[in-house]
Nanobody
């Protein structure tokens, strides 16, 4: 599975961005697609996840109500719509594909999101 993330950029606090993650290759073994982020000097943290063959979506408390994860099945693409962005959302955002054991075997290259105050 190859994952191509895009859509990052610089935005002012309160603004919005939409990240995309296009999946290609053997996606049949994918159970969950997730977004993670890593800020400078911090560990990578979970942001959001969606069940690849279902409809359930999960969010970290820190982004709940502000971020929305969606999927376009026809395009094998997941999105992360981010609104009401805060400076603390600044990080490199990664998409990842996980199996039924929630082992993330495939990662996108990361896209930088910078929120200025």
């Amino acid at each position: 599975v190859q994952l191509q993330a895009s859509g990052g950029g610089l935005v002012q606090a309160g603004g919005s961005l939409r990240l995309s993650c296009a999946a290609s290759g053997r996606t049949s073994s994918t159970y969950v697609m997730s977004w993670f982020r890593q800020a400078p000097g911090k560990e990578r943290e979970f942001v959001a996840a969606t069940i690849w063959t279902g409809s359930s979506t999960y969010y970290a408390d820190s982004v709940k109500g502000r971020f929305t994860m969606s999927r376009d099945r026809a395009k094998n693409t997941v999105y992360l719509q981010m609104a009401s962005l805060k400076p603390e959302d600044t990080a490199v955002y990664y998409c990842a594909a996980g199996d039924h054991g929630l082992k993330y075997n495939y990662w996108g290259q990361g896209t930088q999101v910078t929120v200025s105050s």
